[in-house]
Structures are given as structure tokens and as C-alpha cells.
């Protein structure tokens, strides 16, 4: 048995063969072919190059049209160096002997055909260098696309590997059929990651090197609260494991029993605890009657899962049924926030040294106005008569806010005039995840309705540790004591504008920190689904005073060691 240690992102346990995919179109990761089944992967690199064929031709027939035969000939140029039986026999080479998939093996013929031509001199010849692995790269989408067809015409359910945690790699699959994954790299706080909790999906990365010690189909088994990835586990070990998952579905079962308990401290106060969703499927995975509403609606994902910008009528639809399924509970609807790892495909923005640092969130939609007007009317046409609240991200000044009270304005202005029927007063509130804003919240929070605290990016920017790089995985801390105090510093602003907060980064799914949260003045939590019950069932087990008790305990502290001493003993006591 082997048994690798990554680190823990999103709970649970899962077993089952793995299954290793390329998430992005930029990454080409390898691994291992069993020998019975190298025909089947000789078979998926002909589907490929058939699928390329195929796509060239169709390229070819579009440019022809529009501009003409004689821009439309490299294509052929291309189809032609697709047919040249010398470099297929050196990729059927390389799979045969090797034992490695196609996309390994072609890239490997890429990289010498560009080794090759790029030793000789001449701008000509590396430009015809070039040309010629050109082709081969709509063969390494096609294998991707055959991929996940064959995929997901079956009837498998596996456990996806792949070499980063992306939004894409949580979507490459029906729900149903994922039952983990495994990352070599990734954040515990990249959206990849939070994908992963909100679906429930157990979920590990920090796995330098795995793929190539992967076999397509061979067994897992994934432990999401430990971090462990064993690699065909011995029988015993399957026995253990899985006797583990009934003592863990047991658990759950009996905090699912009381989940419908409201979250009252044992003296008689009232914490809220919503949750964070992307889509109308989340349903499936909660009962409302259990939340205190949707705390965040990621609206982007509404975005990514479109080949274009998603209509006025469209995001109408779907808002509308958000605000119908929770029936009468408040949904806060965030604004569009793409940018950094959120890429639209078809909004394509110059590649930015520092995509986190750049152009993002309310920067995208400011800027674009078209955007926030046509996200805002939809918004407002289906909060008509229902609890719609507005939140927006990365906010970093009061000229941000100002100008968006001035679309939204104009929008409301303009669905008046076309006689739609829209609320007086939609709360609108500010996420807090740029930390100048801490600085200046007094006069912030003066110009908002509520504010909810995104730690996801606050910690990445307090500590400047980006969220979704393994290399500084270790110093990106949520329980460091500059976090803890930057929380307690907006709960007690707030308070003092008697403005709600909340706290909606993902930091607050643990219960140890719901309750210091709880302890410091928020207002509510709002967590992927499958944590409410564990923080409903931890807020009633405590007393106000217990929670502040807990709060002055961190808030003392002065290194992250002695925070998460703190927390652990909490969670301890939670737990007896
Ligand atoms: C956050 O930053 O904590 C947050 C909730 O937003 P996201 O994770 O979507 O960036
Ligand atoms: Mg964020």
C-alpha cells in the first residue's frame, strides 16, 4: 500500500478507481498506461486525430468564406502534417514502449520536433518548426474532449486526478459521477477548493509528483479530513476505510436529525447561519428550512458554465428561481466576479503578471458598465416581492460604491419607465477582502446596507500569500493573528454602525471559528451547505459568554501556533 500525504481541502471520504484528467488546455500531465490497455489508448489517440481532422477541415470551410481560399490553405498545410505516418508511428512509439498516454507521448513529439528545428538557424526554420507541432496541438485538445467523452457516456463514478484544483476540473464531470479528487497543486482556498465543499466532494491537493505514479482506473482511496491518499489499498485497508465512512455517514445522519434546530446560544441569542451556492443544483444538496437564507450566490458560475454572457432574461430565470426555492428567505446575490482564476472563455482578457492583484471583481463590472447594468436589471426584475440583497465584491473605496448606487439607479430607473415592477429598497452591502478597507470601514460602512467579510481573499492579501499557490500554501494562515484581529475590527465597526456583518469566506465552516466569530459580533455565518448543521449544532451547545471567552482567548495570542492551539481545544471540547 502506498500512502501519500497531501493537504485536506474539502471533507470526507471517498474510494474508487481514479480517473486523470487535463483540466486546462495549458497543462499536459502524464501518466501511466496499463498494458491491457494500450490498444484501448492507441484507439483514443486515432478518435483524437480523426476529431482534429475533422476540426481543421471545419476551420478551413469557415476562413475560406470569410476571407478566402488562400487564407484558408494553412489549414490544409495543417491536415496534411497530421496525415504524415512517420510522426503517428513515433507517438504510437512512445505509448507502446513507454506505457504512457497519448497526450504525454505527443507533447513529447512536440518537444522534439522544436528541439530539432529549433537548433538550426534562421527565423524561417523556427517559424516552420513551429508550423509543424502546430497541428498536433489541436490533437491534444481533441484527446481532451474524447476524454471526458468517454468519460462521462459511461457509468463510472471515480475519483478525478489532475495537476491543479480549477473551477474547470470540479465541472468536467456530472456531479453524481465525482466522488473525489486529487490535485497535485492547489490552494486550500482556491476556488477550485471551495468548489470542492460546496458540492461535498472530499477533496485533497499538495500531491507533487502524483500523477506519474498514477495508473488510469486504479483504485483510491481519499481521505479529505487527513489529507491521505493510499494508492491501491490493501484489503484490510479498504475494510478500515470504509468502516470509517459509516462511523463519519453516522455522524452526519445524526446532526442532519437536528439540523432543523435554529442556532441559539444556550442563553437565548439568535446566530445566523446561511449558505454559499452557485447554482440552482445546489438545491439538491440542502434544505432551506435548515438556512437562514443564501448568504452568497456566486453569480459567476452562471457566467463560466455559458459559451457567451448569459442575457438579461436568462439571468432573470435563474435568479428568480433562487429567490422561488428559498421561499421568502433572503438571497444576497453577489455581482459578477471573474477575474484572477475565473476566466470566461469568451472574455478574453490580456494575461496579467498578477492576476490577483489585477483586474477583477467590481474592477471588471465598473469598467464595464454594460455588465452590471444588465446583472443589476435582472436582479432587480426578479427580486420583485422577494428578499433580494445585493453584494459586492472587492470593493476598495467609497467612488466604487457611490458609482455602483449610480447604475443600479439607472437600472431601477429604467425598468420603472418600461413598467416593471421593482422593491423601493434592495439592501445592497460590500464584501470585505482588500484590506485598506479595514482602514477606512468607519466611513465605508456608512454608504452600505450590511457588509460580509470574503477571508478567502482577505487572507490571501493580509498575508500576502496568494490562495492558489502550493508554493506559499504554508504561510497562507487564516488562524493567524492578524486575521483574527482584522474580523474582530469589522464586527466591532459594524456594530458600532449598527450595520449586519457576516463572514462568507470559508474560513467560518469550521465550528471553532463560527463560535469566535460568534464571540467578536458577527451577525451570521454563511458556509457551504454541507457545514450547517455542524455549526448550528455547535452554537447551541455554547453560551454568549463562552464564545466571547473564546474570542478574547485568540485575540490574545501573537503567533499562529498558539491561535490554532486555541481553536483545536475548542473544537475538542465541541466534539466530547
Ligand atoms: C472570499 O473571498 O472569501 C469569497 C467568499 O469569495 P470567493 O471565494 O468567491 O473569492
Ligand atoms: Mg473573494
Given at each position: 500500500m502506498r500512502l501519500v500525504q497531501g493537504t485536506a481541502v474539502s471533507p470526507g471520504l471517498a474510494l474508487a478507481p481514479v480517473h486523470v484528467v487535463r483540466a486546462s488546455p495549458a497543462e499536459v500531465p502524464t501518466w501511466s498506461i496499463p498494458e491491457d490497455e494500450v490498444v484501448r489508448e492507441l484507439d483514443r489517440l486515432k478518435r483524437a486525430l480523426d476529431e482534429a481532422r475533422a476540426e481543421l477541415a471545419a476551420r478551413q470551410r469557415v476562413v475560406?468564406?470569410?476571407?478566402?481560399?488562400?487564407?484558408?490553405?494553412?489549414?490544409?498545410?495543417?491536415?496534411?502534417?497530421?496525415?504524415?505516418?512517420?510522426?503517428?508511428?513515433?507517438?504510437?512509439?512512445?505509448?507502446?514502449?513507454?506505457?504512457?498516454?497519448?497526450?504525454?507521448?505527443?507533447?513529447?513529439?512536440?518537444?522534439?520536433?522544436?528541439?530539432?528545428?529549433?537548433?538550426?538557424?534562421?527565423?524561417?526554420?523556427?517559424?516552420?518548426?513551429?508550423?509543424?507541432?502546430?497541428?498536433?496541438?489541436?490533437?491534444?485538445?481533441?484527446?481532451?474532449?474524447?476524454?471526458?467523452?468517454?468519460?462521462?457516456?459511461?457509468?463510472?463514478?471515480?475519483?478525478?486526478?489532475?495537476?491543479?484544483?480549477?473551477?474547470?476540473?470540479?465541472?468536467?464531470?456530472?456531479?453524481?459521477?465525482?466522488?473525489?479528487?486529487?490535485?497535485?497543486?492547489?490552494?486550500?482556498?482556491?476556488?477550485?477548493?471551495?468548489?470542492?465543499?460546496?458540492?461535498?466532494?472530499?477533496?485533497?491537493?499538495?500531491?507533487?509528483?502524483?500523477?506519474?505514479?498514477?495508473?488510469q482506473g486504479m483504485l483510491l482511496a481519499v481521505d479529505g479530513e487527513r489529507g491521505h491518499v493510499q494508492l491501491r489499498p490493501a484489503e484490510a485497508d479498504v475494510r478500515e476505510f470504509e468502516e470509517r465512512r459509516e462511523r463519519r455517514a453516522a455522524r452526519v445522519e445524526v446532526l442532519s436529525r437536528v439540523a432543523g434546530e435554529?442556532?441559539?446560544?444556550?442563553?437565548?441569542?439568535?446566530?445566523?447561519?446561511?449558505?454559499?451556492?452557485?447554482?440552482?443544483?445546489?438545491?439538491?444538496?440542502?434544505?432551506?428550512?435548515?438556512?437562514?437564507?443564501?448568504?452568497?450566490?456566486?453569480?459567476?458560475?452562471?457566467?463560466l458554465e455559458r459559451p457567451q454572457f448569459p442575457s438579461e432574461d436568462e439571468q432573470f430565470r435563474l435568479y428568480r428561481r433562487v429567490l422561488e426555492r428559498m421561499d421568502g428567505q433572503p438571497v444576497t446575490l453577489r455581482t459578477l466576479d471573474i477575474g484572477g482564476d475565473k476566466r470566461l472563455p469568451y472574455f478574453k482578457t490580456p494575461p496579467e503578471p498578477n492576476p490577483a492583484l489585477g483586474w477583477r471583481g467590481i474592477r471588471i463590472t465598473l469598467q464595464w458598465q454594460d455588465l452590471m447594468q444588465v446583472q443589476l436589471r435582472a436582479a432587480l426584475r426578479a427580486g420583485a416581492g422577494r428578499p433580494l440583497r445585493i453584494l459586492l465584491p472587492m470593493v476598495s473605496s467609497i467612488e466604487e460604491i457611490e458609482l455602483t448606487h449610480r447604475i443600479f439607479d439607472s437600472a431601477r430607473a429604467s425598468l420603472v419607465a418600461q413598467g416593471h415592477d421593482v422593491e423601493r429598497e434592495v439592501p445592497v452591502g460590500m464584501m470585505i477582502e482588500v484590506p485598506s478597507v479595514l482602514f477606512t470601514l468607519e466611513h465605508l460602512v456608512k454608504h452600505v446596507d450590511f457588509v460580509s467579510v470574503g477571508t478567502n481573499d482577505l487572507v490571501q492579501y493580509l498575508l500576502a500569500a496568494d490562495r492558489d499557490n502550493p508554493w506559499v500554501a504554508r504561510l497562507y494562515e487564516p488562524q493567524h493573528p492578524a486575521v483574527m484581529r482584522a474580523l474582530a475590527h469589522v464586527a466591532r465597526v459594524s456594530n458600532a454602525a449598527r450595520k449586519p456583518c457576516a463572514v462568507c469566506g470559508d474560513i467560518a465552516d469550521d465550528p471553532a471559528i463560527a463560535l469566535f466569530l460568534l464571540g467578536v459580533g458577527f451577525d451570521s455565518v454563511s458556509v457551504a451547505p454541507n457545514f450547517v448543521a455542524e455549526i448550528k449544532y455547535a452554537v447551541r451547545r455554547t453560551s454568549r459568554a463562552d464564545a466571547r471567552a473564546l474570542a478574547d482567548a485568540v485575540l490574545a495570542c501573537d503567533d499562529c501556533e498558539s491561535v490554532r492551539r486555541t481553536l483545536a481545544d475548542a473544537r475538542a471540547r465541541l466534539q466530547s
Open positions: 475560406a468564406t470569410e476571407t478566402g481560399e488562400k487564407d484558408a490553405e494553412i489549414f490544409g498545410v495543417h491536415r496534411m502534417i497530421l496525415s504524415d505516418p512517420g510522426a503517428l508511428a513515433q507517438v504510437q512509439r512512445t505509448i507502446r514502449e513507454e506505457r504512457i498516454n497519448s497526450e504525454a507521448a505527443v507533447q513529447a513529439l512536440v518537444r522534439r520536433m522544436e528541439q530539432t528545428l529549433g537548433k538550426l538557424e534562421g527565423s524561417s526554420v523556427r517559424n516552420y518548426a513551429a508550423d509543424l507541432s502546430e497541428p498536433w496541438r489541436y490533437v491534444l485538445d481533441a484527446l481532451m474532449r474524447v476524454e471526458r467523452e468517454t468519460l462521462a457516456s459511461g457509468e463510472t463514478r471515480v475519483i478525478l486526478a489532475a495537476a491543479e484544483l480549477t473551477p474547470a476540473l470540479m465541472t468536467y464531470l456530472p456531479r453524481e459521477r465525482l466522488l473525489g479528487v486529487v490535485t497535485e497543486a492547489g490552494g486550500r482556498f482556491s476556488h477550485g477548493a471551495v468548489l470542492a465543499r460546496s458540492f461535498g466532494i472530499p477533496c485533497v491537493v499538495g500531491l507533487p509528483q502524483l500523477l506519474g505514479r498514477l495508473e435554529p442556532a441559539v446560544t444556550t442563553d437565548g441569542h439568535r446566530f445566523g447561519v446561511q449558505v454559499n451556492i452557485e447554482s440552482v443544483r445546489d438545491f439538491d444538496t440542502f434544505d432551506r428550512r435548515h438556512t437562514d437564507g443564501v448568504g452568497l450566490l456566486r453569480t459567476e458560475f452562471l457566467y
